[in-house]
């Protein structure tokens, strides 16, 4: 069963390759290394976690002396972790710690300018500390409630689940390249100016990353129970990562909206 998240759905193809036999049948391999566990997976996603926070205080700290430069750090991030999740979903590096460290570093640059610019603390905007730790708390929330909501088994993740989830991804990344190239050309900018469309577009992105949790969590889950060798935990840390950033940078979009209306 697939996840509806390219690196997850990634890992999942590559974990067969360690849990199925010769003969097709699922089961232990005769010589492998050390099982991933749930410890492995908190402990890498804690780790890279906390690089891109390091990485994101890297741009604001930046910004006070030098705001171009910080503006560069955050398209150099953006452009960086985009190629960066590539390299991990079709490069068969879905195990490499330095490959999930390096998109932390690039993520981290990119949410740290993104921060400050969705936030309006570039335009001095007294608000925008809270804003910002507003966007951290219901990232968080959403989160754990999430993680609730699959413990509990309140919805059953499904491979028709999976595949709503990922039609509806597929959905939201064609309006948004849509509304781009509109922007791009000078034709408005429908899905980010703060309008009524563009609230209902944020709030579904982030009811889509919410839900994504759950399909990352399976995921996950699943890796653990069939014993994939211990490396593959950096490979979900990255999944997670890529969520998590995902509906931050939604969430303090949407509240920015607030702010500008």
Not at 18 to 34: C, S, T
Not at 147 to 162: M, R
Not at 182 to 201: C, K, Q, S, T, V
């Amino acid at each position: 069963m697939r996840s509806s998240n390219p690196v997850f759905s990634s890992l999942t193809e590559t974990q067969r390759s360690h849990v199925q036999d010769p003969y097709g049948n699922y089961g232990a391999p005769q010589q492998r290394e050390r099982s991933m566990t749930v410890d492995d997976v908190i402990t890498k996603t804690g780790i890279t976690l906390g690089v891109i926070i390091v990485f994101a205080l890297v741009t604001v700290g930046v910004s006070f002396v030098n705001p171009g430069l910080a503006m560069i750090l955050t398209i150099v991030g953006a452009i960086g972790g985009f190629i960066t999740v590539l390299v991990s979903t079709f490069g068969k590096k879905y195990g490499s710690a330095a490959v999930t460290i390096i998109y932390a570093v690039f993520e981290g640059l990119f949410v740290g300018g993104i921060s400050l610019l969705l936030s309006g603390w570039t335009v001095g905007n007294s608000n925008a500390g809270t804003m910002i730790g507003q966007a951290v708390l219901g990232t968080v929330g959403v989160f754990i409630g999430m993680l609730f909501v699959y413990k509990t088994g309140a919805i059953k993740v499904t491979p028709k689940f999976n595949r709503i989830i990922t039609s509806m991804l597929v959905g939201v990344l064609v309006l948004a390249l849509g509304n781009l190239v509109m922007a791009m050309f000078g034709l408005g900018n429908p899905l980010r100016d703060g309008g009524m469309l563009a609230i209902i577009f944020s709030l579904v992105c982030i009811g889509l990353a919410a839900f994504s949790f759950l399909t990352d969590f399976d995921a996950a889950d699943r890796m653990v129970r069939q014993g994939v060798p211990a490396n593959m935990a950096w490979g979900v840390a990255l999944g997670l990562a890529v969520t998590l950033v995902w509906l931050y940078t939604e969430i303090l979009r949407l509240l920015s909206y607030f702010r500008s209306n």
